[in-house]
Antibody
């Protein structure tokens, strides 16, 4: 069965970086784009960016450009999202999600809570 | 950037039908049939309920249906059940950036 399994919760200080992983299984890793979406406490969903696992090309939301990097490792079917220069406003649950096509997300990771606090 | 506007909350009694709207200020909903709806229970990841405006993924109850008219998409839940109580988000493809989400609607089953 299709699964996206994310790395565990992280606690970071302001100014630090975080790297979250998302390991895919149960399907052909290079056949589906993967997105990252975050959700601040009590807030809605916010799209961060997309990565093409085949060639590694990326598109980021304007809000995060210059601060986010999405990469992938085809040998382990894993995508990564690194966010730099963290502030308290980056405290959120970060999700990876598989793109069924036409930006419909049919499978989601379980979420990774990133807490930024001094 | 244009926004997707949803009502903050809706409610209904078991067995009733409710509709959640998703209105856009630009024309992406109108021009593309790439609207999705997600259900999210507290502490859980979102779940795809509707895609391509009105298609249901395998395993999703046929009590859930989607439609659109001009710049507004809608999610209708018929035969409301207690387990339908959750947050619901619409999303749409956008010509400026691949996707945007609505602000979410909290559904309360009375």
């Amino acid at each position: 069965q299709v699964q996206l399994v994310q790395s565990g919760a992280e606690m970071k200080k302001p100014g630090a970086s975080v790297k979250v992983s998302c390991k895919a299984s149960g399907y052909s890793f290079t056949s589906f784009y993967v997105h990252w979406v975050r959700q601040a406490p009590g807030q809605g969903l916010e799209w961060m960016g997309i990565i093409n696992p085949t060639g590694g090309s990326t598109t980021y939301a304007q809000k995060f450009q210059g601060r986010v990097t999405m990469t992938r490792d085809t040998s382990t079917s894993t995508v990564y999202m690194q966010l730099n220069s963290l502030t308290s406003e980056d405290t959120a649950v970060y999700y990876c999600a598989r793109d069924l096509g036409r930006v419909h997300f049919d499978y989601w990771g379980q979420g990774t809570l990133v807490t930024v606090s001094s | 950037q244009s926004a997707l506007t949803q009502p903050a909350s809706v409610s209904g009694s078991p067995g009733q039908s409710i509709t959640i709207s998703c209105t856009e200020t630009s024309s992406d909903i109108q021009n593309y049939n790439y609207v999705s709806w997600y259900q999210q229970h507290p502490g859980k990841a979102p779940k795809l309920m509707i895609y391509d405006v009105s298609k249901r993924p395998s395993g999703v109850s046929n009590r859930f249906s989607g439609s659109k008219s001009d710049n507004t998409a809608s999610l209708t839940i018929s035969g409301l059940q207690a387990e339908d109580e959750a947050d619901y988000y619409c999303s749409s493809y956008t010509s400026n950036s691949p996707v945007k989400f609505g602000g979410g609607t909290k559904l309360t089953v009375l």
